[in-house]
């Protein structure tokens, strides 16, 4: 009677080692399996970060750049009255092209409170920096009328010459005649 219940109690631990040892291998298994999916997404996001595209509207990438713009515009002071912007900046944005973590962007400001304005302004570039995108101080630009809406070949050499890790194919360039 004694060593019938000490193979029941014998088995019963033997099937609480298997138990647990089969839970500790699914465990693996599943989060083995998440770990590849998350690294197959990430794969496929560097993949479309590193190629030229233009965010669609209300995407995350396309929030975040506008994010960074708008930094920009609360920290700079309205020329009307020289203080800074208390309205909600929102954008119109007329050309936006993303490229391995620089972004290139012509965008109206326009703000919640009608009596703010805004300067001209002309181009944008940014830079993704630990994950936050920054607005980046652009060389003089040539005078051919157009600023940075149409940088000249020369404006494109200095950017480079600034910037040497630039994407280039973010900057919009007319042909020139």
């Known amino acids: 009677m004694i060593a019938c219940r000490r193979r029941k109690v014998e088995n019963g631990t033997m099937n609480t080692k298997s138990l647990m040892l089969c839970g500790c291998l699914c465990l693996a298994v599943v989060v083995l399996a998440s770990g590849t999916m998350v690294a197959a997404l990430t794969k496929q996001a560097d993949a479309v970060a590193d190629?030229?595209?233009?965010?669609?509207?209300?995407?995350?990438?396309?929030?975040?750049?506008l994010e960074g713009l708008r930094r920009h515009w609360q920290a700079s002071r309205n020329p009307d009255d020289g203080k800074t912007y208390r309205g909600t900046i929102t954008f119109h944005v007329n050309y936006l092209k993303v490229h391995n973590g620089?972004?290139?962007?012509?965008?109206?400001?326009?703000s919640s409170l009608p009596k703010e304005r805004f300067p001209e302004n002309s181009g944008f570039l940014l830079q993704l920096k630990a994950e936050r995108w920054e607005l980046m101080k652009l060389p003089p630009m040539d005078d051919n009328g157009d600023g940075a809406f149409n940088p000249s070949p020369g404006d494109l050499v200095r950017i480079?010459?600034?910037?040497?890790?630039?994407?280039?194919?973010?900057?919009?360039?007319?042909?020139?005649?």
């Open 51 to 65: 190629k030229l595209h233009t965010p669609a509207e209300g995407s995350a990438e396309r929030a975040a750049i």
């Open 160 to 177: 480079k010459k600034m910037y040497p890790s630039i994407a280039a194919d973010i900057i919009p360039v007319e042909k020139r005649r």
């Open 102 to 110: 620089w972004a290139w962007v012509y965008a109206e400001p326009r």
